[in-house]
C-alpha cells in the first residue's frame, strides 16, 4: 500500500517510516500517527471525526480547504473503514 489505510497519509512521507505491529516491525498498512503496537491510536473515532482531523492537519500545512476537502473524499475505500464503516 502507498498510503495509510485509515487516514489516506502517503506512507514514504511518514517520519517514523509507519506504524508498527504487536511484534514491533512495521505495518504495511498503517502511518505512525493511526497505528502502534498493533493497535490504532484513536480506536474510537469515526470515519468523519478522521475526515475532519485530516482536513484540519491539512490546512495547518497550509493546503486550501477545498483541496484539503477533496483529499479526503477517497477516505470511505480505504481498508480501516471498509472494515469498520461505523467505528
Request: charged fraction near 20%.
Amino acid at each position: 500500500m502507498s498510503q495509510c489505510q485509515s487516514c489516506g497519509m502517503p506512507l514514504a512521507k511518514d517520519p517514523e517510516g509507519g506504524g508498527t505491529e504487536a511484534d514491533g516491525s512495521r505495518s504495511p498498512l498503517y502511518c505512525s500517527h493511526c497505528y502502534r503496537s498493533g493497535h490504532f491510536t484513536l480506536p474510537d473515532i469515526t470515519m468523519e471525526q478522521m475526515r475532519e482531523r485530516v482536513i484540519a492537519q491539512l490546512t495547518h500545512l497550509h493546503f486550501p480547504l477545498p483541496l484539503a476537502q477533496l483529499m479526503t473524499r477517497h477516505l470511505p475505500k480505504l481498508e480501516r473503514w471498509k472494515i469498520r464503516p461505523n467505528v
